[in-house]
């Protein structure tokens, strides 16, 4: 296994990142009956503040140590690859991924996996930094710098990796949101 980033900072990971839920919870037309699946969700972060809106939360990443930081009881972690995820097709009413797609090494089979994972009438709601801001484009060269293999991509590329899915940017942000028919 290559050298893991996010098994290092891990630890101090939730106290030093931030971003307003509020635009998750339109999007993903939150509260909603039923399974929540964060891909890429580390420490469980984004979960812990949508816990209260769905029946079950389950957190798929494939680093132990983010894996270590989710709070016990109330969140499922599962260490897995998002290119394989380990669920039946048409498990989960809802599907996001906050700020992981660009660590992915592998975005379409990612996409693809997502996509099976995700119940008719559901929605994937996928969050990233905006490549196309200045900030982002900085934040994109000190990632290089630190050797983390991020691939930035974007959201029109993002969303093309799905049939059918919109662009929703703020800011520096920007929300692919797809729904599966
Ligand atoms: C910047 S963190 C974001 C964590 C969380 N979504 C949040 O916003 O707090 C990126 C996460 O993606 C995970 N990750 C990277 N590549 C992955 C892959 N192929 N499969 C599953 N998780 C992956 C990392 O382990 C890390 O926890």
Not at 24 to 44: C, N
Not at 70 to 93: G, I, N, Q, W, Y
Not at 117 to 129: A, C, M, T
């Amino acid at each position: 296994m290559p050298f893991d980033h996010f098994d290092v900072i891990a630890p101090i990971y939730a106290r030093v990142t931030y971003s307003s839920l509020d635009k998750m919870r339109e999007l993903a037309e939150l509260p909603v009956k039923g399974r929540l699946l964060d891909v890429g969700g580390g420490t469980g972060r984004v979960v812990t503040a949508l816990r209260d809106l769905v029946d079950e939360v389950v957190i798929a990443d494939i680093s132990m140590g983010m894996l270590k930081q989710t709070p016990p009881a109330t969140l499922k972690p599962v260490c897995s690859f998002s290119e394989f995820l380990p669920f039946p097709s048409d498990s989960f009413e809802r599907v996001i991924m906050v700020d992981a797609l660009h660590h992915v090494v592998h975005q379409p089979a990612t996409a693809d996996e997502m996509f099976r994972v995700l119940k008719p009438g559901g929605r994937i709601i996928i969050e990233e930094p905006d490549i196309r801001s200045f900030g982002v484009k900085l934040i994109a060269l000190a990632e290089k710098l630190l050797l983390m293999r991020s691939h930035f991509l974007s959201p029109q590329q993002t969303a093309d990796l799905f049939k059918n899915a919109t662009i929703h940017a703020e800011d520096s942000s920007a929300w692919v949101v797809v729904t599966k028919p």
